[in-house]
C-alpha cells in the first residue's frame, strides 16, 4: 500500500508560480512510476505530468511543456511540480498518482494509488 499526501496549493496571480509536494509512505517509493494529473470543474481529470521510477524519463502534456517541471527525491519519497507562468486555464484541483512499473502511464485507469489531491487557483 502506498498513501499519496498532496500539498503547496494556492491562491496565485496569473504569471506566478507555485510548487506543488507528493509525499508517500512506503519502502518502495522508488519502484514506483509517478504522475500528476488535474481536474478543472466540469472536466475529465487530465494527465499533467509523469516521472518514471529512477526520474530519469519525465513526460508532460502539450499544455503545460516548459513551464511545468516534475521531478523526484525518492530519499525523501516525494514527487514536486514546479510550475511557472501560471495561467487562468491551469486552474484545477492536482493529484498526484502512483503505480508500481517502470513506464509512465498517461491515463488515470493505469494508477492504482491516488492522493486526495490539492487546490490551485490562478486568477487573471
Known amino acids: 500500500q502506498v498513501q499519496l499526501v498532496e500539498s503547496g496549493g494556492g491562491l496565485v496571480q496569473a504569471g506566478g508560480s507555485l510548487r506543488l509536494s507528493c509525499a508517500a509512505s512506503?519502502?518502495?517509493?522508488?519502484?514506483?512510476?509517478l504522475a500528476w494529473f488535474r481536474q478543472a470543474p466540469g472536466k475529465e481529470r487530465e494527465f499533467v505530468a509523469g516521472?518514471?521510477?529512477?526520474?530519469?524519463?519525465?513526460y508532460y502534456a502539450d499544455s503545460v511543456k516548459g513551464r511545468f517541471t516534475i521531478s523526484r527525491d525518492n530519499a525523501k519519497n516525494t514527487v514536486y511540480l514546479q510550475m511557472n507562468s501560471l495561467k487562468p486555464e491551469d486552474t484545477a484541483v492536482y493529484a498526484c498518482?502512483?503505480?508500481?512499473?517502470?513506464?509512465?502511464?498517461?491515463?488515470?485507469?493505469?494508477?492504482?494509488?491516488w492522493g486526495q489531491g490539492t487546490q490551485v487557483t490562478v486568477s487573471s
Open positions: 516521472i518514471s521510477w529512477s526520474g530519469g524519463r519525465t
Open positions: 512506503g519502502r518502495t517509493f522508488s519502484s514506483y512510476s
Open positions: 498518482a502512483a503505480r508500481r512499473h517502470s513506464y509512465v502511464f498517461i491515463t488515470t485507469t493505469e494508477y492504482d494509488y
